[in-house]
């Protein structure tokens, strides 16, 4: 990263991939981040690639996290919620608190940005894996891209 009083300049690919742990992915999951804000700023980005098949386990944000779909198609669910279909261009908007969960869908991989700020240094809980039962129940709600 280059640096001015100003302004920091992160370049493409300055980064390493990871691959999701298990413990928080179900399936193959690579993420690259994109960017942690220095402080007093609490934002976080990372584009998600997601296999046809993976998804995040279940898990909550304390402030809430933004999901920008930028290839495939996916699911997504918030407890007690319905299943919804997401595809390339949908912003989706996943409630402080909320436990939630998202991926690719069984047949088709999908890769998305997420957005989210750490309170307390925290910007994720995880909990249990999404099971397969959950996960191949049919979608409630489809996407109404065209």
Aim: overall charge negative; some cysteine.
């Amino acid at each position: 990263m280059s640096k001015s009083e100003d302004m920091s300049v992160i370049r493409a690919h300055q980064s390493e991939p990871i691959t999701g742990p298990a413990e928080c992915f179900t399936g193959s999951v690579t993420i690259s981040s994109l960017f942690t804000a220095p402080a007093p700023s609490r934002l976080g980005a990372a584009v998600v690639n997601f296999a046809a098949g993976a998804r995040t386990h279940w898990h909550s944000h304390p402030l809430g996290q933004i999901l920008v779909v930028t290839q495939g198609i996916g699911w997504t669910q918030c407890e007690g919620g319905e299943k919804t279909q997401i595809g390339p261009g949908d912003l989706i908007w996943c409630n402080c608190g909320r436990r939630h969960w998202h991926g690719a869908t069984s047949s088709e991989p999908m890769q998305h940005i997420a957005v989210q700020e750490a309170l307390n240094g925290e910007a994720v809980q995880w909990f249990e894996a999404v099971s397969d039962e959950h996960y191949l129940a049919p979608v409630v709600k489809a996407s109404e891209a065209p």
